[in-house]
C-alpha cells in the first residue's frame, strides 16, 4: 500500500470499546520505528478517527480537508496531513490503518480511496481466517466426538450382556474374557420382565424389525416397549440408555 499510493508512513491500530491504539508504524525512511504513544486513545466525532469509525469509511485530515488532524496521529505520522481508514468485520470496525507523508504533502481522494480498499480487504481477510480457524476449531471437536464414540460403540460390541433370569433384578456386564459378579441396579430392576428381554436386545444393537421378529411381537409393541425403557433409564435414546447401562454397571 505504501509504494502504491506514495506513502512514507502507514500506522496500524487496534480499535476497542470506543478507543484506538497504536500498535505498528512502517517507516520508510526507518527500518524500525518506535512507538511514543502506544496508549488507548478515544474515538471523539470530531476526530478523523472517530468520522471513520462512525461511517466506516477513508477519511482525509489536514488542510484542504473539514477535518483536522489529530495530535498523537500528527506526531507519530511526522505530518499534519493523513488519511485514515477502518479495517471493519461485520460485527464492528476493529482497526484504523493511516498513512502520511513526511514531506508534509497534501493527500488527495485517490490516496484515500487507495487506504481505504486496502482496509476492506484486511477486513474481510481478517474475518475469512477468524471463521476458518473457527470451522477447523469445530471440525476438531467433531473428530473428538465421533472418535469417542468409536471407543465406546467397541466397548458395547465386545460386552456380554447376562440376564439373570426373568424376574431377577440383578443384572450384570462382564467384557469378553472376563467376567463380573452380577451388580443390584436400581433403575434396571424397575423394568418388567418383557422390557428386560428387549432392552438385552436393544443394548446388542438389534433393530426394532429385528426385535419384534425375536421375540414374535408387531413392530409397535417395540415402540411402546423402548419408550417405557428409555424413560425408566432416563434416556433420550437408545444410545443414551445403552451408554447409561454400561455407566451404572460399571463397564465403561
Do not use: C
Request: no cysteine; aromatic share 4%; glycine share 6%.
Amino acid at each position: 500500500m505504501a509504494h502504491t499510493a506514495h506513502l512514507d508512513r502507514i500506522l496500524l491500530s487496534e480499535v476497542h470499546k470506543g478507543t484506538w491504539t497504536a500498535l505498528e508504524l512502517y517507516s520508510a525512511s526507518r527500518t524500525e520505528e518506535v512507538l511514543q504513544l502506544p496508549h488507548a486513545l478515544p474515538l471523539t466525532s470530531e476526530s478523523a478517527e472517530g468520522r471513520a469509525w462512525e461511517t466506516r469509511s477513508a477519511v482525509l485530515a489536514g488542510s484542504g480537508t473539514d477535518v483536522g488532524p489529530t495530535q498523537e496521529a500528527a506526531q507519530m505520522l511526522a505530518s499534519s496531513s493523513y488519511v485514515v481508514a477502518p479495517i471493519a468485520v461485520s460485527t464492528g470496525v476493529i482497526g484504523l490503518v493511516h498513512g502520511s507523508r513526511t514531506t508534509g504533502e497534501a493527500l488527495d481522494a485517490v490516496v484515500r480511496d487507495v487506504v481505504g480498499e486496502f482496509a476492506r480487504s484486511s477486513g474481510t481477510l481478517f474475518e475469512r481466517l477468524m471463521l476458518a480457524d473457527r470451522l477447523s476449531e469445530q471440525k476438531n471437536l467433531i473428530i473428538q466426538r465421533l472418535q469417542q464414540e468409536a471407543r465406546e460403540a467397541e466397548l458395547l460390541e465386545h460386552a456380554d450382556v447376562h440376564f439373570v433370569d426373568e424376574n431377577s433384578t440383578r443384572w450384570a456386564v462382564a467384557p469378553a474374557g472376563g467376567s463380573n459378579e452380577d451388580l443390584d441396579i436400581p433403575a434396571l430392576g424397575s423394568l418388567t420382565a418383557r422390557e428386560r428381554e428387549v432392552f438385552a436386545l436393544v443394548v446388542r444393537g438389534a433393530s426394532n424389525a429385528d426385535i419384534a421378529e425375536e421375540l414374535v411381537i408387531s413392530i409397535f409393541t417395540v415402540k411402546t416397549h423402548v419408550k417405557k425403557i428409555l424413560r425408566k433409564l432416563g434416556a433420550m435414546n437408545r444410545s443414551e440408555a445403552i451408554y447409561r447401562y454400561l455407566e451404572m454397571t460399571g463397564s465403561r
